[in-house]
């Protein structure tokens, strides 16, 4: 893709998994969760906001003086690109670019336990948890390979009907796989499709497992309700700190919507079964913990 051409360099690089851009020509990039700063053709703010608005074009959607911040993900000879924009001048003095590249290789399990991500029985056990269609949240921070496990999770299902819903289209399963996309409102303010939304139409779908890329607001609620009316076989990722603190991020994301505590662990413990922490180090990226989720 030629409008990538001025981060190349650091794309070539196959063990460089971010790239961080600011227009105040500071550019870090990670390597096995290490960031480095490196100096890169672009040098003028106005260069890098061109050059960051054609790439956001290029991806679907736009960033200019209305809608500063935009976020688009991108099919490349380097694998799949999220790549976040904020424009300087409105939110942030400089404009300021975030790329992340997730793998073009869809990783299985098997691959993840040559790469030490997983144990082997840790592998053995979650192949158990798929089996038995048992509902299951990844948690973990920023990074720490959420995604990848969840994907190489959802490709051991590749023979049944896997519906997903994501913002930006990351999982990108094989097989009966069916992906839904969330869509933000245009300049009035009206077209938007939220998470909520889809995944109440995925009920509608016959799905056998429905995934949700990351779980942050209302349609917790919606899935949880959906898993205590025969559905199984669910997954999703949940930003928390910690299998310990799942719980508690739960009932702050829930207690947003309305839902007294009482009643939304009695919902939880009826629907979720199983707590997955992943976590980055300087050494990588592992599975740290497999837990029955307490409530």
Not at 69 to 89: K, P, Q
Not at 182 to 204: C, P, Q
Request: charged share 20%; aromatic share 4%.
């Amino acid at each position: 893709m030629h409008i990538l051409e001025p981060i190349r360099e650091f794309l070539e690089q196959t063990d460089v998994t971010d790239v961080l851009i600011s227009s105040n020509q500071k550019v870090l990039i990670e390597k096995a969760g290490n960031l480095q700063q490196v100096t890169w053709e672009l040098s003028f703010d106005e260069e890098i906001r061109t050059w960051a608005v054609s790439v956001i074009r290029a991806g679907g959607s736009r960033v200019d003086l209305t809608k500063p911040i935009s976020e688009v993900s991108l099919n490349t000879e380097f694998g799949l690109l999220r790549f976040h924009c904020v424009l300087g001048g409105e939110c942030s003095e400089n404009t300021q670019i975030s790329i992340r590249r997730h793998s073009a290789i869809a990783f299985s399990l098997d691959d993840l336990v040559q790469r030490d991500f997983v144990s082997q029985a840790q592998a053995t056990k979650l192949k158990q948890i798929l089996l038995s269609q048992e509902n299951f949240v990844i948690v973990g921070g920023t990074g720490s390979g959420k995604t990848t496990l969840l994907r190489a999770l959802m490709n051991e299902c590749s023979v049944e009907r896997v519906i997903t819903i994501e913002d930006l289209a990351e999982l990108e399963l094989f097989g009966n796989a069916v992906a839904l996309r969330t869509r933000a409102a245009n300049h009035e303010g009206v077209g938007a499709i939220t998470s909520s939304a889809l995944l109440r139409e995925a009920l509608r779908m016959r799905p056998d497992r429905i995934v949700i890329g990351e779980v942050r607001g209302e349609e917790l609620l919606v899935l949880i309700q959906a898993l205590n009316t025969g559905h199984s076989g669910a997954g999703f990722t949940l930003h928390a700190n910690s299998a310990e603190e799942t719980l508690p991020r739960m009932l702050a994301i829930l207690a947003a919507t309305g839902l007294q505590p009482k009643l939304a662990k009695v919902l939880i413990s009826a629907a979720l079964h199983w707590v997955i922490e992943v976590r980055r180090t300087p050494e990588g990226r592992s599975v740290l913990a497999i837990e029955r989720l307490n409530v």
